[in-house]
T-cell receptor, first 113, second 112 residues
Framework: KAGVTQTPRYLIKTRGQQVTLSCSPI?????VSWYQQTPGQGLQFLFE???????NKGNFPGRFSGRQFSNSRSEMNVSTLELGDSALYLC????????????FGSGTQLSVL | GQQLNQSPQSMFIQEGEDVSMNCTSS?????WLWYKQDPGEGPVLLIA?????ELTSNGRLTAQFGITRKDSFLNISASIPSDVGIYFC????????????FGAGTRLTVKP
């Protein structure tokens, strides 16, 4: 069974631009969560989607948004990029029934210059 | 910011030694999990705990869900070089969502 796939692996953007990150969950997984990982703040929850609906949202500004498609694939968008948005963005999928059991992708390393 | 206090921040041990790390929270959690992250990869689930007092093993790893539901610990016995990495505790207050909070991680170095 293929794991969680995130694309692209690396991304370099400049301030003010916007970016879209993609995540393909494990086949059969209906829940997709997004996390931001930085050396200073660690892993922080962004949002979770289940069956195309945002089920929960972390404490991030509205510049961070996401969506989920009918095939469970998910995208995350960050608009008006700031230097502080530089981070590893991790996507995780789960069946949605087994509480907390997340399967993470390798992440997208975003650098904002 | 994070709600979980994980300690120690880092550990340098000799191969064969046992390791212990723990996590405490300011609120009650219904789920405790332990993940390991290797460089350039996402975290990988090691152990999931769902009941207060639960003790679960996965090979040389053993984790426990604290009785107060505000703490958890992870033990690694007879460490080997491939145990190197960052270990994260994670906790969840709700039952339905995957809005977990993560500890800051324990960076483990194992000297052969």
């Amino acid at each position: 069974k293929a794991g969680v796939t995130q694309t692209p692996r690396y991304l370099i953007k400049t301030r003010g631009q916007q970016v879209t990150l993609s995540c393909s969950p494990i086949s059969g997984h209906r829940s997709v969560s997004w996390y931001q990982q930085t050396p200073g703040q660690g892993l922080q929850f962004l949002f979770e989607y289940f069956s195309e609906t945002q089920r929960n949202k972390g404490n991030f500004p509205g510049r961070f948004s996401g969506r989920q498609f009918s095939n469970s694939r998910s995208e995350m968008n960050v608009s008006t990029l700031e230097l502080g948005d530089s981070a590893l963005y991790l996507c995780a999928s789960s069946l949605g029934r087994e509480r907390g059991k997340l399967f993470f992708g390798s992440g997208t390393q975003l650098s904002v210059l | 910011g994070q709600q979980l206090n994980q300690s120690p921040q880092s550990m340098f041990i000799q191969e064969g030694e046992d390791v212990s790390m723990n996590c405490t929270s300011s609120s009650i959690f219904n789920t405790w999990l332990w993940y390991k992250q290797d460089p350039g990869e996402g975290p990988v689930l090691l152990i999931a705990l769902y009941k207060a007092g639960e003790l679960t093993s996965n090979g040389r790893l053993t984790a426990q869900f604290g009785i107060t539901r505000k703490d958890s610990f992870l033990n690694i016995s007879a460490s080997i070089p491939s145990d190197v990495g960052i270990y994260f505790c994670a906790g969840q207050e709700t039952y339905n969502n995957n809005d977990m909070r993560f500890g800051a991680g324990t960076r483990l170095t194992v000297k052969p």
